[in-house]
C-alpha cells in the first residue's frame, strides 16, 4: 500500500466478487457440514484443558477466577470467560464444548481464507483454508478444550482490521485495532 493524499492509503485489495463469495461459501458449508463428522463427544485429557475448565466453572459458580479455592494467576481468564456461557448451557457436554472449539477453528479457517483472498485469489485461499482445516494437528487442536483456535482466530482477525485501518488511517480505525490487539 502506497501513502495517498489526506491521510488515506490505496490499498491493493481487490473487491470482493460475487465468484469469490461463492467460493467462500462453498467453503463455509463444507467445513460447517464436515462437523458433525469430524467433532466427538468425549474429553481429551490435558492438564490446559482441565484447568480451563475448572477455571471456567470456578467464573460461572461466581467464585472469580480461581483454580482450587486460590486466584489463578498463571493465564490470563480469557478462553475461561468464553467457556462460560457454554458451561452455564450445557455443563461438562463434551460433544458441545468440542463443538465450541471447533467453531473456532471453522472461524479462524474462514479468516484465514479472508486474508489470503486478496494474495492468492478465491480458488488458491479456498484450497489452503481446505488444506489447514484438514490437517491432522488442526484437526486434533479442533476436538480438544484449548485456547489454541480461539487465539488463531483473533490473530487472523487482527490482522484483516489492521488491513482495514491501513486501507483509510484515523483515530477511530486505529482504536479500534488497538482495542482488538
Wanted: glycine share 8%.
Amino acid at each position: 500500500a502506497t501513502r495517498a493524499r489526506k491521510g488515506r492509503v490505496s490499498s491493493d485489495a481487490p473487491p470482493w466478487l460475487p465468484a469469490d463469495r461463492r467460493v467462500f461459501a462453498l467453503l463455509a458449508a463444507a467445513i460447517l457440514g464436515s462437523l458433525p463428522y469430524l467433532v466427538h463427544p468425549w474429553y481429551e485429557s490435558s492438564g490446559d484443558a482441565s484447568l480451563y475448565l475448572s477455571t471456567a466453572e470456578s467464573l460461572l459458580r461466581g467464585e472469580g477466577y480461581r483454580y482450587l479455592g486460590e486466584p489463578f494467576v498463571v493465564r490470563p481468564p480469557g478462553f475461561s470467560l468464553l467457556l462460560v456461557p457454554v458451561l452455564a448451557l450445557r455443563g461438562f457436554d463434551f460433544a458441545a464444548l468440542n463443538a465450541f472449539v471447533a467453531l473456532w477453528g471453522a472461524a479462524a479457517v474462514l479468516l484465514l481464507f479472508a486474508h489470503l483472498r486478496p494474495r492468492l485469489g478465491a480458488a488458491l485461499a479456498a484450497a489452503t483454508g481446505l488444506a489447514v482445516w484438514l490437517a491432522p494437528g488442526f484437526r486434533e487442536l479442533s476436538t480438544q478444550i484449548l485456547s489454541d483456535l480461539p487465539g488463531l482466530a483473533l490473530l487472523i482477525g487482527c490482522l484483516l482490521l489492521e488491513a482495514w485501518a491501513s486501507r483509510r488511517r484515523s483515530a477511530a480505525r486505529e482504536i479500534a485495532l488497538g482495542l482488538a490487539v
